[in-house]
């Protein structure tokens, strides 16, 4: 069973009938704070942050590029995934989630790679709605255990595959300056 309410932090536990009356007491969740920069050093305006693993939490930077989340569990290796527009993602992993300082980051993120193309087939006719997908070399840290598919930035952001358009082109952007399967 669980308990979740904005602002605190998330309760699990297994409990039984048995038990009798539950009391579920919530603790104020912890707090993340920071900016996200372009490779110009100004504030990047709408771009995405997001915080994985024990800690999770979702928002968009303001006009000044800054963010801030809230209610969060405390974790010694979040992973805290950004996108902002015209730039490439970046992660940052282990991020540490921790009750004895404020938790306070900043991103500096760089300018945009794009891979684009087009899909045909023998004939060289456009093939419409073909996925077209792409693996990163950027893997992202689950600790012991082993996913399948292998975790990639691009994965965890959902910027790793995308439909090619009716003349058979496909475009992914916010890469970085990485290698990629195709």
């Not at 669980?2 to 009391?23: H, I, M, V």
């Not at 399948?148 to 439909?163: G, K």
Request: glycine residues 10%; hydrophobic residues 40%.
């Amino acid at each position: 069973m669980s308990a979740n309410q904005k602002g605190f932090e998330p309760w699990r536990e297994t409990r039984s009938p048995a038990d009798g009356f539950l009391e579920i007491i919530l603790t104020r969740g912890l707090e993340l704070t920071g900016w996200v920069l372009g490779a110009d050093g100004k504030g990047i305006t709408g771009a995405e942050v997001r915080l994985g693993f024990k800690a999770r939490a979702e928002t968009t930077t303001d006009e000044k590029g800054f963010f801030r989340l809230t209610g969060l569990a405390r974790d010694p290796a979040a992973a805290l995934y950004v996108a902002g527009p015209g730039h490439a993602i970046q992660v940052l992993q282990p991020l540490e989630i921790r009750t004895d300082f404020p938790n306070v980051v900043t991103v500096r993120l760089e300018p945009e790679r794009v891979i684009a193309g087009r899909v045909i087939d023998l004939d060289g006719q456009a093939v419409a709605n073909a996925t077209v997908s792409i693996e990163g070399d950027r893997i992202v840290s689950i600790g012991a255990g082993r996913m399948i598919p292998t975790p990639t930035w691009e994965r965890m952001l959902r910027v790793n595959e995308t439909p090619t358009n009716a003349k058979g082109v496909f475009l992914l952007d916010r890469l970085y300056a990485g290698t990629f399967q195709v």
